[in-house]
């Protein structure tokens, strides 16, 4: 049973700086890849960024490329997202995934979820 923990949301003004962290366990994650989606009121279910353990490689929705980064450190089986210039726009709840071997963009591949943390970006 994969557990997804995330933590590291909160209020910040544009501009600013966040870093999400999401703490797996459950299983042994060699073989998965993780990925950051996000919920704005009203709005789908969105993919922000995605990362594969095994290779290491990365990939981020147009939207956020530049400003988010995606990192993992396999000794603690965590993912984290550093958001950096943050808009108005980035507000939302955001979730953490996994599924096995890649990252798809589509929130309806991922079996496993977090809780979700809220990030609140004002103007």
Known sequence: QVQLVESGGGLVQAGGSLRLSCAASGRTFTNYAMAWFRQAPGKEREFVAG?????????????????????????????????????????????????????????????????????????
């Open 51 to 123: 990362i594969s353990w095994r290779s290491g490689n990365t990939y981020y929705a147009d939207s956020v490329k530049g400003r988010f980064t995606i990192s993992g450190d396999n000794a603690k089986n965590t993912v984290y997202l550093q958001m950096s210039s943050l808009k108005f726009e980035d507000t939302a709840v955001y979730y953490c995934a996994a599924r096995t071997y890649y990252y798809p963009q589509s929130s309806r591949e991922y079996d496993n979820w977090g809780q979700g943390t809220q990030v609140t970006v004002s103007s």
